[in-house]
């Protein structure tokens, strides 16, 4: 229900949109929540990714070069580019507000934030950050970037300075509210954790369709774990592919179908290294809508990401809607999700993990009985009308006027 008068707010959006990965998802998710309130949305992005249907989508001209959506090396080129696409959506987003009239700025990723600054003065309209971890953090987790090195500590410090100066920061995972406010002295009446929610419409239990698993070979007696996300180091995945060679030492019928992109034909040679032909399904990139399908496939899902990464780690919402039990690291965000229905390894440990998902393999109808009242939980507690709600607080607390 919507709450004041319809705004016009634009989303500036630094990144191809849309691709399959979870910043994108936050994304689409608000935007469709706002509009479902009565809202009208604009998303200023890219020229990279696709137009979905319902959505008002502007992107900088075509003529600008890209990059590989999944293309994390701060190689020179790459940073030409993106400082070629930043300075043309800066100059779209300033067109696209002007037009729209827009009542708030909705800033992604820290280098969204600065070009929302930039906007919001010269404007003179509100703004605010939607924070989805430290980019610099995933730059050093995935060895794009060394810890210690001039140019991690250049971003770490662009990154601090661009917070600093926003009016309000909205964030996903509490983890990262705490670390805005001890490292980046970010004063706590300016932070709202806004946690990721799932479209439990698109996300349901139900059947695979019909041929799925024999074109993925699966094998038709095989408990299926399921794993949705980036194939990165960074995302766990070095430790779930350890953790599969225990659980695969010990039960047979166990068969891991992972889903996902970059790096497949890596992790592939990675998994046949460690033994587990046969026992590890790759099927690439999937797109989002099509996700449930091969979801509905598993018998137990994974989250193997350690905390220490930062972020939000939506997927567990994914699992829980569509009635998987889950094992993931026992960190704040996930016990948030969760609750007492997860089974939670010790983080960074993939021995832990394996005896995680032995667990719940070895239990299939308890594994059942926790996947229904997953579902029931995230039904209840992560619809995205509350989300919708707590944006439109947001906005108010950074100064935009709601009420008629």
């Known amino acids: 229900m919507r709450a004041g008068r319809p705004l016009r707010i634009v989303k500036i959006t630094p990144m191809p949109f849309f691709v399959d990965a979870g910043g994108c998802v936050r994304v689409l998710e608000e935007a469709r929540a706002l509009e479902r309130a009565g809202h009208r949305v604009v998303i200023c992005t890219y020229n990279m990714g696709r137009d979905l249907p319902g959505l008002e989508i502007v992107r900088v001209p075509r003529a600008i ?10 190689t020179p080129r790459k940073l030409l580019v993106k400082l070629g696409l930043d300075i043309a959506l800066l100059a779209t987003a300033l067109r696209v507000a002007r037009a729209v009239r827009a009542d708030c700025l909705h800033a992604h990723l820290d280098d969204g934030a600065l070009l929302g600054l930039i906007l919001s003065r010269l404007l003179r309209t509100p703004m605010i950050y939607d924070c989805q971890g430290s980019y610099t953090a995933t730059l050093i987790g995935d060895g794009s970037l060394r810890p210690r090195s001039l140019a991690a500590r250049l971003r770490v410090s662009a990154e601090r300075i661009v917070a600093r100066a926003c009016p309000l920061v909205v ?26 929610r799932i479209n439990t419409d698109l996300f349901q239990p139900g059947l695979a369709p019909a041929g799925l698993r024999e074109r993925l070979a699966i094998p038709p007696e095989a408990a299926v774990v399921v794993y949705l996300g980036m194939l990165r180091e960074s995302y766990g995945i070095d430790l779930l592919l350890s953790a599969a060679r225990a659980v695969a030492a010990r039960m047979p019928h166990a068969h891991f179908l992972l889903m996902g992109y970059p790096n497949v034909e890596h992790y592939r040679a990675r998994a046949e290294a460690l033994g587990l032909n046969g026992r590890v399904t790759f099927t690439g990139a999937v797109n989002y809508f099509e996700s449930p399908a091969y979801l509905a496939l598993g018998d137990v899902a994974v989250a193997p990401k350690p905390p220490t990464q930062g972020g939000a780690n939506s997927k567990v919402l994914n699992y829980m809607a569509m009635g998987l039990p889950v094992v993931a690291f026992d960190d704040p965000l996930n016990r948030k999700m969760l609750g007492d229905l997860g089974v939670f390894a010790v983080p960074g440990s993939a021995a832990s993990l394996a005896e995680g998902l032995l667990h719940l393999l070895a239990q299939p109808d308890r594994g059942r009985e926790i996947g229904r009242a997953l579902r029931d939980l995230v039904v209840k507690e992560f619809a995205w009308a509350d989300g919708a709600r707590e944006l439109h607080g947001a906005y108010a607390a950074a100064g935009v006027r709601v009420d008629r």
């Open 171 to 196: 964030t996903s995972a509490p983890h990262t509210a705490e670390h805005l406010i001890r490292e980046v002295g970010i004063e706590p009446t300016r932070i709202r954790v806004l946690l990721d």
């Open 65 to 74: 070069p890209q990059y590989g959506p999944a293309d994390l090396a701060l």
